[in-house]
């Protein structure tokens, strides 16, 4: 199905009522996490409040795995840095969404050190692109350790470099997978 977003209008300028059917039911039925939501101001709301949903994390107050909803860019962080220590991690990674019409805007110093989704997120429904964060999201939790791969693909003009990318999963599931979303590769346990 194709979706027409108007010029004016980012394609991820969620409600709250799609990031709760479309993407926290999905993700509290398939797994355990411990679920906080915050405003933009950074109040923590709860499911039925009135202020916007902008910040999700999956692990309480530790946040060290989230999700940050802009209208023009989502995206994921998650680091195993623990909270109110050293500050040293082996991992702290931001997996980059951003609208297609927005990419224009971005250039290497928005965008180095980051995963971006090179795929198309116009073309999808708020539904699809919530699922896909949901993937995502699923792939990541309970990570002990991520290694990242990347392999340049091309710059356009005064953009930002394009790559793929082969993020490398370890976690206690045993479960073996490999999951292909766009220029992004994630394998998981092998």
Known sequence: MYTKYSDEEYCMNFTNEEIIKFFLNLLKRDLELNIRLSSSVGNEINENSNEKIMFVSFDGVKENFYIRFYEHQTSIFISDEEFNSSGEFTFNLEFMFIDD??????????????????????????????????TVIKLLNKAESVSVEETFISQEGMQYSKYSYIVKILNDSGIKQNVQLENIKFIVNQ
Request: aromatic fraction near 8%; hydrophobic fraction near 30%.
């Open 101 to 134: 019409d927005a990419k224009v805007d971005y250039v290497s110093s928005d965008t180095h050190g980051n995963i971006v989704y090179e795929g198309t997120l116009r073309d999808k429904t708020h539904k699809e692109i919530l699922e896909l964060f949901c």
